[in-house]
């Protein structure tokens, strides 16, 4: 499944330019718009940044530190990986997640001022 | 309304830390979410973008290039204002509404790798 997921996800990878410096195009605002979905929610981006802090992280250690129940990690890890933002690795039972940085760096990108 | 929205918003510009590097407190992460939900609309990054690119745009220039109505276009400002992204400045009828760079620059260090 996570796999497959990853394969899914939108092209915010080869989107776009900095919102910042010329105004954008509907469809760039598409795709941006569903990175930033991604984060726009504080479950997610403690997620995010714990996966990140850490490398890879089995899904079997993100239900303590958050305090949420595996279906709500469930639910809030296949957000991200749908906006591209993770990718998983189904060993047994669980999921090992890491960050794909280029993904993350292209809605850095686009808050990126001209000066 | 729009100097006094202005003075309500959130406390992005002080907070956070990259998510990347270390793990975010639920306190940062509420904050920076409501920042990125601000971002997570494409109508919104279009006017994001629109007013960053002019430097200061009335409220009324943004109706014809968006091809959305004044309520449309207000609500989504408004949004904007209310996450601090942008300012408003009221002359006559319309709203004058520029960039709070400092703001957006906040989500975009939040989004800072660690190299």
């Given at each position: 499944m996570a796999s497959r997921t990853s394969a899914e996800t939108a092209t915010t990878e080869s989107c776009c330019g900095s919102v910042l410096t010329a105004p954008l195009s509907p469809s760039d605002a598409e795709v941006l718009a569903r990175g930033f979905a991604a984060l726009a929610d504080p479950v997610r981006l403690r997620l995010l940044s714990m996966i990140a802090a850490t490398g890879e992280v089995c899904?079997?250690?993100?239900l303590q530190p958050l305090g949420k129940s595996q279906p709500t990690v469930s639910h809030h890890t296949k957000a991200l990986a749908e906006a591209g933002l993770i990718t998983g690795d189904k060993r047994g039972r669980w999921v090992y997640w890491r960050v794909i940085p280029e993904r993350v760096d292209a809605l850095r990108r686009a808050l990126q001022s001209g000066e």
């Open positions: 899904s079997c250690d993100l």
